[in-house]
Every structure is written in structure tokens, then in C-alpha cells.
């Protein structure tokens, strides 16, 4: 699924983008050397897929920490 149509950016290569450690819109804007006279169209769906992608990073980490021996 293309996130940004206008510089052709899919949701894989955002996914990729976050694995790498590119948290923020500004972030991935600078990832993706895209300006920011685009259309803006993007940034609600970019900061939901990092959002959740933050979610499933500390849902991840509980899981191991839970795991532990105490």
C-alpha cells in the first residue's frame, strides 16, 4: 500500500524505515529526502504506523521482561 503518492512510498519501506530507528515524520522525511511542500497527506497515516510500531517494540520488550527470572 503506497503511504505517500507523492513520492511513491509504501508502507513496507516504512516499516523498514522504523526497524532502522527513524521515529518521527521529520525523521522520515529526511529517510526518504522527500520536502515538506508536499501535500501532508501522509503524516496522519505515518505517525499512526509509528505509533504503533512503538507500541509493538514496548509490548515486545514487557513480553521479555515478564519472561525473566525475578
Do not use: T, W
Not at 500500500?1 to 513520492?7: D, F, I, K, L
Not at 518521527?24 to 496522519?44: D, I, N
Not at 517494540?57 to 527470572?69: G, I, L, S, V
Request: aromatic content about 6%; some cysteine.
Amino acid at each position: 500500500m503506497y503511504v505517500c503518492v507523492c513520492n511513491v512510498i509504501n508502507d513496507r519501506q516504512v516499516k523498514q524505515a522504523l526497524n532502522e530507528g527513524v521515529l518521527s515524520v521529520r525523521a522520515l522525511r529526511q529517510y526518504f529526502a522527500y520536502p515538506e511542500s508536499c501535500c501532508g497527506k501522509c503524516h496522519r497515516c505515518l505517525r499512526e504506523m509509528i505509533n504503533a510500531h512503538l507500541q509493538a517494540a514496548e509490548c515486545e520488550q514487557q513480553a521479555r521482561c515478564e519472561a525473566c527470572p525475578a
